[in-house]
């Protein structure tokens, strides 16, 4: 499977609980920290849910 880079661009202020405890579980929790990840159906669920504080690079 591919790898995906994923970097958090924006803050949790004002999120829900769930997307937070998905930032955590991603490896995320402040801007401007990435990870790397391998590409999977559940990866992009939760790449999903917090779409709008992410960005993902194939």
Do not use: C, F
């Not at 930032?23 to 999903?48: H, N, T, Y």
């Amino acid at each position: 499977m591919s790898a995906v880079k994923i970097s958090q661009v924006k803050s949790t202020n004002g999120t829900n609980p769930s997307q937070k405890a998905t930032l955590r579980a991603l490896g995320l929790g402040r801007i401007g920290k990435s990870v790397e990840r391998a590409d999977s159906p559940q990866l992009r669920g939760q790449l999903a849910v917090v779409s709008h504080l992410v960005e993902v690079s194939e």
